[in-house]
């Protein structure tokens, strides 16, 4: 569970600029929260599924290795003709509510390499995707987003509300950081990687951001617990 800072939750455009200026030119950036696993934290790699490149989704692929989904809302959903997988969570708002896996209707190959995925995701994220734009199954995961942005919304959906709220498009394509272990990631290792991938990580419980290639680690005075990131400093630049 997310909780979210209350200046965020009031304003869902309240990110830094680093952020919105990422989404909109088609790169991704990280999402995180401190809130999983007693403040070891979590997060995910996103951007706009209507600008997918093959190199976005690599990254994606490569070093967040989790499932690569896209969050729509019920709008959407229903104009792209998505249905609910057998056995999923209808109604229970603590577990996520996956729909039919999804591939490009034009996608002429397996669906599975970096441009197949980066072309559905395209497709369903595009303004005037429909039904004709896709078939199932697939090989990326839509994530039905359901209800308005509230203090404990996931990830998944904060960076709907994100990619809504800062860019023309209203489809986030998403996938959870993972460790070599295949496990989640905690927020420290996240942080590494966005500053490897030169992305900006936005903590938005704490309305936190690094601007991509500036995250500086706690120096030995820092307080820490469990990986716990408990101190941030900004590179203003000189």
Same mark, same amino acid.
């Given at each position: 569970?997310?909780?979210?800072?209350?200046?965020?939750?009031?304003?869902?455009?309240?990110?830094?600029?680093?952020?919105? @200026?990422?989404? &909109? *030119?088609? +790169? =991704?950036? /990280?999402? #995180?929260?401190?809130?999983?696993?007693?403040?070891?934290?979590?997060?995910?790699?996103?951007?706009?599924?209507?600008?997918?490149?093959?190199?976005?989704?690599?990254?994606?692929?490569?070093?967040?290795?989790?499932?690569?989904?896209?969050?729509?809302?019920?709008?959407?959903?229903?104009?792209?003709?998505?249905?609910?997988?057998?056995?999923?969570?209808?109604?229970?708002?603590?577990?996520?509510?996956?729909?039919?896996?999804?591939?490009?209707?034009?996608?002429?190959?397996?669906?599975?390499? @970096?441009?197949? &995925? *980066?072309? +559905? =995701?395209? /497709?369903? #994220?595009?303004?005037?995707?429909?039904?004709?734009?896709?078939?199932?199954?697939?090989?990326?995961?839509?994530?039905?987003?359901?209800?308005?942005?509230?203090?404990?919304?996931?990830?998944?959906?904060?960076?709907?509300?994100?990619?809504?709220?800062?860019?023309?498009?209203?489809?986030?394509?998403?996938?959870?950081?993972?460790?070599?272990?295949?496990?989640?990631?905690?927020?420290?290792?996240?942080?590494?990687?966005?500053?490897?991938?030169?992305?900006?990580?936005?903590?938005?419980?704490?309305?936190?951001?690094?601007?991509?290639?500036?995250?500086?680690?706690?120096?030995?005075?820092?307080?820490?617990?469990?990986?716990?990131?408990?101190?941030?400093?900004?590179?203003?630049?000189?």
């Amino acid at each position: 569970m997310t909780v979210l800072n209350p200046q965020f939750f009031h304003d869902q455009r309240a990110v830094p600029d680093a952020v919105g @200026a990422a989404l &909109r *030119a088609g +790169t =991704l950036i /990280a999402l #995180g929260s401190r809130s999983f696993a007693h403040g070891r934290g979590r997060s995910i790699l996103c951007g706009v599924a209507g600008l997918m490149s093959s190199a976005t989704v690599n990254q994606m692929a490569t070093h967040g290795r989790g499932l690569l989904s896209i969050a729509v809302d019920a709008e959407t959903a229903f104009r792209l003709g998505l249905r609910r997988m057998g056995g999923s969570a209808r109604g229970l708002p603590s577990k996520p509510e996956y729909l039919v896996s999804i591939e490009a209707s034009a996608c002429a190959g397996s669906g599975i390499s @970096a441009s197949d &995925r *980066a072309l +559905t =995701l395209r /497709a369903a #994220g595009a303004f005037e995707a429909n039904q004709e734009d896709l078939v199932t199954p697939g090989h990326i995961m839509p994530l039905l987003v359901r209800d308005a942005l509230s203090p404990t919304a996931t990830l998944p959906e904060i960076a709907h509300s994100i990619v809504a709220g800062n860019t023309p498009y209203a489809a986030a394509a998403w996938c959870d950081v993972l460790d070599d272990d295949g496990e989640v990631a905690s927020l420290d290792g996240s942080a590494r990687l966005a500053e490897t991938l030169a992305i900006p990580l936005f903590v938005p419980d704490e309305n936190v951001a690094w601007p991509m290639g500036s995250a500086f680690f706690p120096g030995p005075g820092a307080r820490r617990h469990a990986e716990r990131i408990d101190l941030f400093r900004f590179d203003q630049g000189s």
